[in-house]
């Protein structure tokens, strides 16, 4: 699967959550996705899903990540559109295939695993705070240890959610 060819990395490789849900004594997990790499509809959120939406992320950034209600993925205030939603540079990934992206993720000194892990242990964290340190087994583990960016959200000073910026080195 493939990004889409008119985005500022085009047909960068990518996946799909589209209709997925988890749910654990943890952590639930519910997936909206609303178009394909073709701006083709793909869900429609719920009425609550979309207000969240257009609150937290008025400009649409994808993706969009909403972390307990207390986190979101946003953009960072110095760049809000130069890679919208995402966690890391996407032009990391381009020119590739999910082969080699794959083999990489097998080499920590990798850029492209650098990326990704440090994206993904940035959502670790958020979720092991959210969920106060639990389960111990995933929490305790030094890769749920990263100091997250507690940054009002842009424009919002007040606001009650707070954006999470990857750790440097990973953008």
Same mark, same amino acid.
């Given at each position: 699967m493939l990004s889409s060819a008119s985005d500022i990395d085009p047909s960068t490789p990518t996946f799909s959550f589209v209709h997925s849900t988890y749910s654990s004594q943890y952590v639930s997990f519910v997936?909206?996705?609303?178009?394909?790499?073709?701006?083709n509809t793909?869900?429609?959120?719920?009425?609550?899903e979309q207000n969240l939406m257009n609150q937290w992320d008025p400009g649409g950034a994808i993706?969009?990540?909403?972390? *307990? *209600?207390?986190?979101?993925?946003?953009p960072a205030p110095s760049s809000p559109t130069l890679h919208s939603g995402s966690q890391y540079d996407p032009s990391t990934l381009s020119g590739q295939n999910w082969t080699q992206i794959g083999i990489q993720l097998d080499s920590p000194s990798s850029t492209v695993a650098q990326r990704i892990n440090g994206a993904a242990d940035t959502l670790i964290s958020a979720?092991?705070?959210?969920?106060? *340190?639990?389960p111990d087994s995933v929490?305790?583990?030094?890769?749920?240890?990263?100091?997250?960016?507690?940054?009002?959200?842009?424009d919002e000073p007040n606001a009650s959610h707070r954006a999470v910026q990857s750790r440097p080195g990973i953008g």
């Open positions: 997936s909206v996705e609303t178009q394909d790499r073709s701006k793909l869900q429609v959120p719920s009425s609550d993706p969009f990540i909403d972390v *307990g *209600g207390q986190y979101v993925v946003h979720i092991c705070k959210i969920d106060n *340190g639990q929490c305790s583990q030094s890769y749920a240890q990263i100091a997250i960016t507690q940054a009002p959200i842009p």
